[in-house]
């Protein structure tokens, strides 16, 4: 079986395959995860289709264009209940070799299609290796599709110019999150409004649901105040395309999530339709398909608004960055226990930081403003809360 990069989105015409799960020559089994390849929006595993014996044919670090031949696994044969590998046609594949030569080669950072075996049917020898500086020895050609990857973390692209210094090339995803960034301050005219919320009711519910053994988290309850506002000031949740303003009458809420490559965004859809259980569902459902590298482009597109929440790492006041071609975002912050005033007495109450960024060339400042007081009003109404459940 030949494993290709594969296909995973119209826009996505190259990755780069970060690492391999698996040795050269290792057993794989069906279905068990052999590597790692990133693009500019997601990062996934590919897995064996076939248990069988993988032959690794380029090395992690390279910058791939799709449908690129990347390695290939000989089927395994079962006999008498053990699982035994297939030779395979050895049409196109490397001859087989051994585990010190294997080792040698890696050593080398050379592949086993770079060498000129002089064993039975081109098998590569160790006195091949010793040879490899000679003239011959080594094949020169660059494999098919195949170039150096620019944003390789890889040790080869890894580098130490002065002392207590390290350079590091970006990864995909990194960089396309650098390029969006920037994007969104050059091609957007972004303002933040501030607001406070009290979460007094909010925590009393949560506590009840607690006892009932069906706890909630804050995001679903925030989620739905959003889609609420988003009905009630719609440029909140329209874009600008050419001269024109493209309202949209559904909810596709884009949830920021911290991956270990980088920022990613998936996309809650007409969330406006979702219980909270089915919202925190859907969430977590996200969480776990970033760990596990399962992500797909189609989780990432279609967002309409976004929703930040940095108070999950402490922070308690920030400016969050629009996601265009989206025209708000609303950055949730730490919950913090504060005096605050009410009926005249100061008193101690659970308070979070809101903050809207906005796209002031379609949303004016009173419909930003009136936005986040909407989602104020909400979470701290008790019975608009209570009817959530």
């Keep these: 079986m030949d494993i290709r990069i594969p296909a995973v989105g119209e826009s996505v015409v190259e990755a780069l395959l970060a690492k391999w799960h698996k040795a050269d020559g290792q057993l794989v089994s069906k279905d068990e995860p052999i590597c790692e390849i ?195 000031f719609p440029a909140v949740n329209a874009r600008i395309e050419g001269d024109e303003i493209v309202y949209q009458q559904f909810c596709h809420l884009g949830i920021a999530v911290s991956g270990e490559k980088g920022l990613v965004v998936p996309v809650l859809r007409t969330a406006e339709r979702l219980g909270l259980r089915e919202v925190e569902q859907t969430i977590a459902g996200f969480v776990v398909k970033i760990q596990t590298n399962k992500l797909a482009i189609a989780d990432l597109e279609g967002g309409t608004f976004t929703i930040s929440n940095g108070g999950t790492y402490g922070s308690l006041l920030s400016t969050p960055i629009i996601n265009p071609p989206q025209s708000g975002v609303l950055g949730m912050h730490a919950i913090q226990e504060r005096p605050v005033v009410r009926d005249g007495q100061i008193v101690i109450r659970p308070m979070m930081y809101l903050a809207l960024s906005y796209d002031h060339r379609m949303i004016d400042g009173r419909e930003a403003v009136g936005f986040l007081k909407l989602v104020k009003e909400r979470i701290e109404d008790s019975a608009w809360l209570d009817g959530l459940r």
């Design 38 to 232: 990133e693009t500019d929006k997601i990062t996934m595993d590919l897995v064996a289709e076939v248990s069988g014996t993988l032959h690794v044919q380029l090395p992690a670090g390279a910058t791939l264009m799709v449908g690129t031949l990347i390695g290939r696994i000989d089927e395994a044969m079962v006999s008498g209940g053990v699982t035994i590998a297939s030779p395979g046609d050895a049409t196109g594949a490397a001859p087989a070799t051994s585990p010190e030569v294997r080792q040698v080669l890696r050593e080398k950072g050379l592949e086993s299609s770079q060498i000129v075996g002089s064993g039975p049917n081109g098998r590569i020898l160790l006195e091949d290796l010793k040879r490899a500086g000679q003239p011959g020895a080594v094949r020169s050609e660059e494999p098919p599709l195949y170039r150096p990857s620019p944003f390789s973390a890889s040790p080869q692209s890894a580098s130490l110019p002065v002392d207590g210094e390290e350079r590091v090339r970006m990864s995909p995803l990194r960089k396309r999150v650098a390029e969006r960034l920037v994007q969104a301050r050059q091609q957007t005219a972004m303002l933040t409004t501030f607001n406070e919320v009290d979460l007094t009711a909010l925590q009393a519910l949560r506590a009840q649901l607690k006892q009932q053994a069906t706890p909630i988290g804050i995001l679903p309850f925030f989620a739905r105040a959003c889609c609420d506002a988003l009905k009630a």
